[in-house]
């Protein structure tokens, strides 16, 4: 069964970075898309963005262009979401999804991780 | 891009039919997904593509996408029903993941 393990939760200062890891495991890895997926407190679901570990090229909520970088490492199958200038509004919990189908950015999230808590605070 | 629309509630008596709706421009020809979430929890898929019902999804729930409405529809509803659910699209113009704002749905 596949398995999402994203890394712990994480405290940091605004104007500083996060990088947030996502270990894939039980399936195979390149050819699926892996989405980031970001919810602030009380509040709803956010698209942040999404790679296919073999384009290795992301693409980006528009809202966070520039700030957001995600990427993915073939060799343990390890996908990154790093979010850069934080800010007060960046906290949330991050979520990894991965597709059910290959190559298929229309897809439903068939398998997500646990999710990372990251707060932003002076 | 597209904006998704959906109630902020919904409420409904054990037994009984839930229906929840997302609203949005040309729906019935995109891909709609929906999405349960519990509370402390992450969500879980429950209707792929308007209507196919993934493994482990209780027939209860089903999906219908026509004209400007996707419609998430829960029969026999349960006390273990309750949580928010999302509705979810890819848009072709703008190659971005779209939410809707979530339904919260209530067992009376």
């Known amino acids: 069964q596949v398995q999402l393990v994203q890394s712990g939760a994480e405290v940091k200062k605004p104007g500083s970075s996060v990088k947030v890891s996502c270990k894939a495991s039980?399936?195979?890895?390149?050819?699926?898309?892996f989405s980031w997926v970001r919810q602030a407190p009380g509040q709803g679901l956010e698209w942040v963005g999404r790679?296919?570990?073999?384009?290795?090229?992301?693409k980006y909520a528009q809202n966070l262009l520039g700030r957001v970088t995600i990427s993915a490492d073939k060799s343990t199958a390890t996908v990154y979401m790093e979010l850069s200038s934080l800010r007060s509004e960046d906290t949330a919990v991050y979520y990894c999804?991965?597709?059910?189908?290959?190559?298929?950015?229309?897809?439903?999230?068939?398998?997500w991780g646990q999710g990372t808590l990251v707060t932003v605070s002076s | 891009s597209s904006v998704l629309t959906q109630p902020p509630s919904v409420s409904v008596a054990p037994g009984k039919t839930a229906t929840i709706t997302c609203g949005g421009d040309?729906?019935?020809?995109?891909?709609v997904h929906w999405n349960q979430q519990k509370p402390g929890q992450a969500p879980v898929t429950v209707i792929y593509?308007?209507?196919d019902r993934p493994s482990g999804i209780p027939e209860r729930f089903s999906g219908s996408n026509s004209g400007n409405t996707a419609t998430l529809t829960i029969s026999r509803v349960e006390a273990g029903d309750e949580a928010d659910y999302y509705c979810?699209?890819?848009?072709?113009?703008?190659?971005?993941?779209?939410f809707g704002g979530g339904t919260k749905l209530t067992v009376l």
């Open positions: 040309n729906l019935g020809v995109k891909a």
């Open positions: 999804a991965r597709s059910r189908l290959e190559m298929t950015t229309s897809d439903g999230f068939a398998f």
């Open positions: 039980g399936g195979t890895f390149s050819n699926y898309v």
């Open positions: 979810q699209v890819w848009d072709s113009g703008s190659d971005h993941v779209l």
């Open positions: 790679v296919i570990p073999v384009f290795e090229k992301g």
């Open positions: 593509y308007g209507s």
